[in-house]
């Protein structure tokens, strides 16, 4: 007993042991380290050759059913009853709930077959319909922001060209054929030569059915010779013509203008030019011009960090 | 034995039994979380136990994720535009566990094709549909309609936008009390969530409103999704809080 009792006097705490046991050189230099190693890879080595999820075998809860492990939402499935039957969920009947459930899972049956079949490379319309999608999120955080007025005084100021008034037009379109077009046999120099000669008989006063008859002039077509809005006369006779009405005045005639379809002469008969609309008669299409500026800006946006993200490569001799 | 070893032993039997305990309070958890998922959306509140576990889960992700603009009170944030969920006043659908869920998990006007995003509060001001008089008569309208001090002459005349130029009534109802199937507001119960003050409302009117609420589906799960709206509806509806109070 006395024995004992100096051998426990003497042997260290069992910290202490502990403390003097990790302190060994060779435990600290080479075991522990080593442990560590091994358990490290362990770790890295269990979640690579973690095993695939298996399927499920029942609907979880929150679904109505799962299509090949795709699952269609139990609440889904409540409103597009409700919807279609226009009726609460509760008050309709098995056969309801039953016909819109196989039509739910039909849906999503194409849908996955639509996916197989790669539709959103294949087929335009379900390509801009996900692109519109898309644009959709990007854009629904911008419209909670309201213009000020100041905002859309801006957009106007630095947009001014666009917001004008009235602004008509009274022109006739005068074609010369050319080159086999519309049984023309004459070249394009020739009608040129004729044109210029008809421009200087109608500066001259002559009438314009004097002019058409001696040189070959047609009617375009482009517009009916009668007062039309701007922005119509702009749309018939397309950017070009346009450009050169708008520096006629009333009575004037413009210098011969060749086309793919020949050589064209307009006589303006009368002419009122658009005026600049103030801030306040155009307020809705700023305001609409501005949340379309927003929105394509954002859109824009998207793009930009899409590509940053992508790797986009062209082939040899394409450019973009 | 050694004294340290009746330690180590203690200590592995109390490693033991807290993992025990754990696993079981885990699947317990898993229980009542599936549970509260297969329970029709309209019966969950029958089930006091399904409520009070929707509470515990849902009060820390309210804290976390709705508190920001419905108010840590869910009073709402009239800067916001963000509801009061504590009212008896819906924008959309009745306030039933199924309409809140919804709500939650598409989100309004969030951009997605299931969320609520039929139509918006045109910026009738801004946009030059009505003149700077004619929306303070409408403003005054709105006082009258909610028994509140206002001006007779000016309200009358509101009263004619509202049924005339303004339209209003195509959205808010011919008897102005709104209709949820737009989220258009009921106009005759004085609750404003984007302020109720004359200024606020001549706002509202000027400059529109189009406030957005996120689709929380793929951000939250189908469970806490549902422990949220159960934990609106309870505490919205006065006549639920005695189920609230049974949970505890």
Not at chain 1, 7 to 34: E, K, N, Y
Not at chain 2, 13 to 31: N, T
Request: proline share 5%.
């Amino acid at each position: 007993m006395a024995q004992s009792e100096s051998i426990q006097a003497t042997r260290p705490r069992f910290g202490a042991r502990l403390v003097r046991t990790l302190a060994h050189p060779r435990l600290a230099t080479t075991v522990l380290p080593a442990c560590g190693v091994v358990l490290g890879l362990a770790a890295a080595g269990a979640s690579l050759f973690r095993p695939v999820a298996r399927p499920l075998t029942s609907v979880p809860p929150g679904y109505v059913a799962l299509v090949d492990q795709k699952g269609v939402l139990m609440s889904d499935f409540i409103a597009q009853t409700q919807s279609e039957t226009g009726a609460d969920f509760a008050d309709t009947s098995p056969q309801e709930r039953r016909r819109v459930l196989r039509e739910m899972i039909d849906q999503e049956l194409l849908v996955q077959r639509a996916l197989v079949l790669d539709l959103p490379e294949t087929t335009t319309e379900v390509r801009e319909t996900m692109a519109s999608a898309v644009n959709a999120q990007v854009e629904a955080p911008l419209l909670a922001l309201e213009p000020t007025d100041a905002q859309l005084r801006a957009f106007y100021d630095a947009h001014r060209a666009r917001y004008t008034l009235g602004g008509t037009m009274t022109v006739h379109d005068l074609l010369l054929h050319f080159g086999g077009y519309a049984d023309a046999d004459q070249t394009l120099a020739q009608a040129e030569v004729d044109a210029a000669e008809a421009v200087y008989q109608l500066r001259s006063g002559a009438p314009i059915d004097y002019v058409m008859e001696h040189y070959g002039f047609v009617d375009s077509g482009r517009v009916d010779n009668t007062e039309q809005l701007e922005f119509a006369a702009k749309l018939h006779l397309g950017a070009k013509l346009y450009q050169v009405a708008t520096t006629l005045g009333d009575g004037e005639v413009s210098d011969p203008v060749a086309m793919a379809d020949g050589v064209h002469v307009l006589v303006m008969d009368r002419r009122r030019p658009p005026r600049p609309a103030d801030f306040d008669s155009v307020r809705n299409t700023v305001y609409s011009d501005y949340r379309a500026a927003e929105s394509a800006r954002a859109r824009a946006e998207n793009l930009r960090i899409l590509r940053s993200q992508a790797r986009i490569l062209l082939a040899p001799g394409q450019s973009e | 034995m050694l004294r340290w070893q009746w330690v180590a032993a203690a200590l592995i039997v109390a490693l033991a039994a807290g993992a025990v305990a754990a696993a079981r309070a885990h699947g317990e958890r898993e229980r009542l979380a599936r549970r509260l998922l297969a329970t029709p959306p309209g019966e969950v509140v029958e089930h006091p136990t399904l409520v009070r576990f929707a509470f515990t889960e849902a009060r820390p992700l309210f804290a976390q994720h709705c508190a920001v603009c419905h108010g840590a009170d869910m009073r709402g944030t009239v800067a916001l535009g963000a509801p009061d969920l504590r009212d008896s006043v819906w924008l959309y659908g009745d306030g039933s566990v199924y309409d809140i869920e919804r709500t939650i998990l598409f989100g309004v006007r969030s951009g997605q094709s299931k969320s609520h995003n039929v139509t918006d509060m045109p910026a009738f001001g801004a946009r030059g549909m009505l003149s700077d008089e004619q929306i303070r008569d409408v403003v005054q309208y709105l006082l009258k309609l909610n028994a509140r001090p206002h001006q007779a002459e000016a309200a009358e005349d509101g009263r004619v936008v509202f049924y005339g130029k303004g339209d209003c009534f195509d959205c808010h109802a011919s008897d102005a009390r709104g209709d949820s199937d737009y989220g258009a507001p009921d106009l005759t119960v004085n609750v404003w969530d984007s302020g109720g003050d004359p200024d606020s409302l001549y706002r509202s009117i000027y400059y529109g409103r189009h406030r957005i609420m996120p689709a929380w589906l793929g951000t939250l799960s189908l469970e806490q999704i549902r422990a949220l709206a159960v934990y609106i509806h309870v505490l919205s509806h006065p006549a639920r809080r005695g189920s609230q109070a049974a949970a505890g």
